[in-house]
C-alpha cells in the first residue's frame, strides 16, 4: 500500500494521540496544557498557539472519536465516523510548502484549533484508509497486558503488534519459555 509521506505522518499522530487515552495503570497522556504543548511539539503540529483548557477537553473529544473509528466493526461505520468529524472540523484543503517541507495538502482551515486541526488531517488520513478498502489496518496491539493502537502497514496485514520490540518479542520469549518448560517434563 502505497502511502503519501504526510499521509503517514498523520497516521502516526493519529495513532499516538489514541495511545495518549488512559488505560488500566496508564494515566492520561493528555493530562494537562503541558502534555497537550508536548503532544504538539513532538507531532510538529504547526499554527499551535497559546492553548487553554478548552483545547484540551475539545483534543482529548477528538481523540475518543478517533478510537471510535479504530474499534469500528466495519468500513460503513468507520466512514461515518470519519465523514461526522472531518464535518465538524470545517475542512478547507490547501496546498501548502511551508517550514522546508515538499508541497503537501492541509485539511484545516486557517486559524484552525489545535482539536480541528488534528480531526481535519488525521481524520482525512483516516479516510484515505478507508476509501482503499484497508479499514482492517486499523488495529489494536494482539498482547493481552497492551491494547495500544497502531496502523497494520506491513504488506501482507499480518502485523499484530504494537511493537515487535516490545510487546511482540515479550510473547515470543514467553512462549519459547513455555515451550522449554513442557519439554523439560
Known amino acids: 500500500m502505497l502511502i503519501p509521506h504526510d499521509t503517514r505522518i498523520a497516521l502516526e499522530t493519529v495513532v499516538d494521540l489514541v495511545n495518549t487515552a488512559p488505560d488500566g495503570d496508564a494515566g492520561d497522556g493528555l493530562a494537562d496544557l503541558a502534555a497537550l504543548y508536548s503532544f504538539a511539539e513532538r507531532h510538529d503540529i504547526s499554527g499551535v498557539g497559546t492553548l487553554d483548557d478548552k483545547d484540551l477537553g475539545a483534543v482529548r473529544d477528538v481523540r475518543g472519536r478517533f478510537a471510535e473509528i479504530f474499534a469500528a466493526p466495519d468500513a460503513r461505520t468507520a466512514a461515518d465516523l470519519v465523514n461526522g468529524l472531518v464535518a465538524a472540523a470545517g475542512t478547507t484543503p490547501q496546498l501548502t510548502d511551508h517550514d522546508g517541507y515538499e508541497w503537501h495538502v492541509h485539511y484545516f482551515a486557517p486559524g484552525a484549533s489545535i482539536a480541528d486541526h488534528l480531526a481535519a488531517d488525521c481524520g482525512m488520513a483516516l479516510a484515505f484508509i478507508v476509501v482503499a478498502g484497508e479499514q482492517e489496518r486499523l488495529r489494536r496491539c494482539e498482547a493481552p497486558d497492551c491494547r495500544d493502537a497502531f496502523v497494520d502497514l ?3 496485514r499480518s502485523r499484530r503488534y504494537c ?8 510473547l515470543h520469549v514467553a512462549a519459547y519459555r513455555a515451550r522449554r518448560r513442557e519439554a523439560a517434563r
Not at 511493537?163 to 511482540?168: P, V
Request: proline share 0%; glycine share 10%.
Open 154 to 156: 506491513s504488506r501482507n
Open 163 to 170: 511493537s515487535s520490540r516490545t510487546c511482540g518479542n515479550r
